[in-house]
């Protein structure tokens, strides 16, 4: 009978612990992988009262294992305890900027994300459809932010945001169960000067990080794994060249890529400035041009680029929100995952329109003209989503 368990009675009248309770929620065999597995989540580490405000710290705490497949961690940073500042300029990218280096690798060294905090926090969650959709993809629009803002900020903060393996239902998941064979997560906390500027900075302030994992767990009863099990999306954080200036019609180029580019996130920073990021995108019907090889793959006006993000993020323009939330400054997506809707909807995505290129794929971006936002030179970084699969790309709806 389902269910029933095998007891002992122990000499005092008593019942002693049996054998462990059946698992009853086994599949019959046959079917996709995510029929025979369930969604699950486990502590990886907790750790506190660390000082990022004098020097930098690392933070390099081991990953533990996991009785399945990871699909992601999910991270909440917590700074308490802080003095407030007065007259004091809080840094744009705060306080994701809390992280100079993000840096996460699987077993074998492969790079997964490489990126500073506010690209690997904020802009990959909100660009790449791994977190949530619409609305939730916003890091600052979840349950769990807050800030303490403004001139006379503590520099007490919380947000929880998510390092994603997993790019499509159960494609890209890393295998968790060998504890000899698992990733790597290393984070280099920054100090005050990424943090604030000018006035007295916030002080006493110390950081709690805390690491949990999503993972499939391991079937029962059949052997079954992920699709494309070693297959793996890549977020890696690159400049790109040459610079350029208010006003010009520069073509600026990407590092070589290879693999298939699911999504760009582009961003320009104002070397004059700080480093600050800025909108010298081009203006109203003033053109962008995304070129492959040589051909212009997309030739549009930025006011057609700002309603697309609307269109497939639910994102507003910088100047009026198309939706619940608002482009970050200095930042556009170029995204290829919406094989299935005009919107991205996440997981849920074949992979059909993904870009296929190799080592010798030349993309460019060109402004015609680039804005005069700041005072330049000017930087255009990219953050490519770069599918590099394990044998052929698995196209269409594998988990169906």
Not at 85 to 110: C, E, W
Not at 171 to 181: D, H, P, Q, T, V
Request: hydrophobic share 35%; net charge negative.
């Amino acid at each position: 009978m389902a269910g029933a368990t095998s007891s002992a009675v122990s000499p005092n009248g008593g019942v002693a612990a049996g054998l462990q309770q059946p698992q009853t929620t086994i599949e019959p065999p046959g079917g996709p992988f995510i029929r025979h597995s369930q969604p699950g989540r486990r502590p990886i580490y907790n750790t506190s009262g660390l000082s990022f405000l004098a020097s930098g710290n690392i933070v390099t705490q081991p990953v533990v294992a996991v009785p399945g497949y990871f699909r992601g961690f999910r991270m909440t940073l917590t700074s308490s305890g802080g003095t407030a500042g007065t007259g004091q300029t809080l840094n744009p990218d705060y306080p994701y900027s809390i992280a100079s280096l993000v840096t996460l690798k699987d077993a074998f060294g492969t790079p997964i994300i490489v990126a500073p905090g506010y690209e690997a926090f904020n802009l990959i969650p909100l660009y790449g459809g791994q977190l949530g959709i619409q609305g939730t993809r916003f890091v600052s629009n979840l349950p769990s932010y807050s800030a303490s803002t403004g001139a006379t900020s503590t520099g007490n903060f919380s947000f929880s945001t998510y390092l994603p393996f997993e790019f499509a239902k159960a494609y890209g998941c890393i295998s968790g169960a060998n504890a000899s064979l698992l990733p790597t997560l290393t984070m280099n906390i920054a100090n005050s000067a990424a943090l604030t500027s000018g006035g007295t900075a916030f002080s006493g302030n110390a950081l709690q990080v805390q690491c949990d994992a999503d993972f499939y767990w391991l079937p029962e009863g059949v052997a079954v794994e992920p699709p494309g099990l070693g297959t793996t999306m890549q977020w890696i954080y690159q400049q790109c060249n040459p610079t350029f200036s208010n006003g010009s019609t520069t073509t600026v180029q990407l590092p070589r890529l290879g693999g298939y580019i699911a999504a760009l996130i582009l961003e320009i920073r104002d070397g004059g400035n700080g480093n600050a990021r800025v909108d010298n995108w081009p203006t109203g019907s003033n053109r962008l041009r995304i070129i492959v090889d040589g051909v212009p793959l997309i030739d549009s006006t930025m006011a057609e680029i700002y309603d697309d993000m609307a269109i497939q993020f639910g994102i507003g323009d910088g100047s009026s929100a198309s939706g619940t939330v608002t482009r970050p400054t200095g930042t556009i997506c170029i995204t290829r995952r919406t094989s299935l809707n005009q919107t991205d909807m996440g997981l849920f995505d074949t992979g059909e329109s993904y870009l296929s290129t190799n080592p010798g794929t030349l993309i460019e971006i060109q402004g015609s003209p680039w804005a005069s936002a700041g005072t330049g030179p000017y930087t255009l970084n990219v953050l490519a989503a770069q599918v590099v699969p394990a044998g052929t790309l698995i196209q269409g709806l594998p988990e169906v």
